[in-house]
C-alpha cells in the first residue's frame, strides 16, 4: 500500500476545521438555569415619615421584620412607618400636591407605576429594590 502525502491545502483546510469546531465549542454561551426553589429570599421595606418627608430604606434581610426594624431606624423620625415592604422585588413612593402614594412591584417600573396612581400623580419620592431585581 503506497501512503500518499496530503497536500499542503488540505491540511491548512482540515487545520481550519478543526480549530473553527474546537473555537465554537469553546463560545456556545451557557443556558442559566432557573434559581432552584430553595434559592435565597431577599426581604425589603421602605419607610417613610409624611411630615418630613424622610425616609428609611432596608434591603436584602433575612425576613420582612428585620428590614421593616432597620428602615425605621433608618428613617429616624418619630412619625416613621413602614409603607411598603417587598420580597425579591422593588418599592417606591410617590408624592403628588396633596398624597402620598407607595407600592411594591416585581420590578421597578411597576412599583414606580401603582405608587404614582395612589398618589394621584406627582413624582416618585424614593424607591428601592433588593438584590436582582430592577
Not at 438555569?33 to 411630615?51: E, V, W
Not at 430604606?57 to 411598603?84: E, H, I, K, T
Not at 408624592?95 to 400623580?121: R, V
Amino acid at each position: 500500500m503506497k501512503i500518499r502525502p496530503i497536500s499542503m491545502r488540505k491540511r491548512l483546510a482540515t487545520a481550519a476545521l478543526v480549530t473553527a469546531g474546537v473555537g465554537a465549542a469553546l463560545t456556545v454561551p451557557s443556558v442559566v438555569a432557573p434559581a432552584p426553589a430553595h434559592a435565597a429570599n431577599y426581604y425589603g421595606a421602605i419607610a417613610l415619615s409624611p411630615s418630613t418627608g424622610a425616609t428609611g430604606r432596608a434591603l436584602d434581610y433575612p425576613d420582612y421584620s428585620s428590614a421593616s426594624n432597620a428602615a425605621l431606624s433608618w428613617c429616624g423620625y418619630s412619625d416613621c412607618q413602614v409603607v411598603v415592604q417587598m420580597r425579591n422585588a422593588c418599592g417606591a413612593i410617590a408624592k403628588s400636591s396633596s398624597y402620598w402614594g407607595y407600592a411594591w412591584g416585581a420590578d421597578l417600573y411597576t412599583a414606580e407605576s401603582n405608587a404614582l396612581y395612589y398618589s394621584g400623580g406627582g413624582y416618585i419620592h424614593d424607591w428601592a429594590c433588593t438584590s436582582g431585581h430592577q
